[in-house]
Antibody, heavy 123, light 106 residues
Framework: QLQLQESGPGLVKPSETLSLTCSVS??????????WAWIRQPPGRGLELIGR???????FFNPSLESRVTISADTSNNHVSLRLSSVTAADTAVYSCARGRDSSVYAYSFDFWGQGTLVTVSS | DIQMTQSPSSLSASVGDRVTITCRAS??????LNWYQHTPGKAPKLLIYAASILQNGVPSRFSGGGSGTDFTLTISTLQPEDFSTYYCQQTYRSRTFGQGTKVEIK
């Protein structure tokens, strides 16, 4: 069974860079049938896609975050990373990673998710 | 951007009730619509993909319908474990979620 686990600092200071890792077990991230995404949920609000990365290395980002986001894949360690720079309190959220099925047959749905990790931006 | 609007934002229901949640897209998205269940402290769970196809392992009391701009998620007989928050997601252009519908115990 595929499992995704997010990890990283739970507290980040304003203006610094948030860095998270999504460790994948039970399957390889190197698979053309899937892509990998980061999603966040600010307190009391809904889900927001941050961005996604494909097996080719191609990335797409939420336009509202694009200038500050980097998503990368480390196939050697089987994990996907997120970096969000110049954070503010508005970036406080639960950050989750998910696997997407890269096929219109599956409507590109996310079939596995991590539990998420809370990141608070505060001095 | 394609906006997704769910209604209601919350509802109260009893075990055994039939519950329907609606999701409206700001433009035609065909059947590129997925439904997720999210219980606090747990990983979100895919329920329905491509508007009406039940994900493997999901109970048959869940069903999805619609196409174009209007979609529904129906729980035919609400069970205790179904009290949760439900999100629709469009994947026609990028990926955006509805704001969620919280199903609470009456």
């Amino acid at each position: 069974q595929l499992q995704l686990q997010e990890s990283g600092p739970g507290l980040v200071k304003p203006s610094e860079t948030l860095s998270l890792t999504c460790s994948v077990s039970g399957g390889s991230i190197r698979n053309r049938s899937y892509y990998w995404a980061w999603i966040r949920q600010p307190p009391g609000r809904g889900l927001e896609l941050i961005g996604r990365i494909y097996d080719s290395g191609t990335t797409f980002f939420n336009p509202s975050l694009e200038s500050r986001v980097t998503i990368s894949a480390d196939t050697s360690n089987n994990h996907v990373s997120l970096r969000l720079s110049s954070v503010t309190a508005a970036d406080t959220a639960v950050y989750s990673c998910a696997r997407g099925r890269d096929s219109s047959v599956y409507a590109y749905s996310f079939d596995f998710w991590g539990q998420g990790t809370l990141v608070t931006v505060s001095s | 951007d394609i906006q997704m609007t769910q209604s209601p934002s919350s509802l109260s229901a009893s075990v055994g009730d039939r519950v329907t949640i609606t999701c409206r897209a700001s433009q035609n998205i065909g059947n590129f619509l997925n439904w997720y269940q999210h219980t606090p402290g747990k990983a979100p769970k895919l329920l329905i993909y491509a508007a009406s196809i039940l994900q493997n392992g999901v109970p048959s009391r869940f069903s999805g319908g619609g196409s174009g701009t209007d979609f529904t998620l129906t729980i035919s007989t609400l069970q205790p474990e179904d009290f949760s928050t439900y999100y629709c997601q469009q994947t026609y252009r990028s990926r955006t979620f509805g704001q969620g519908t919280k199903v609470e115990i009456k």
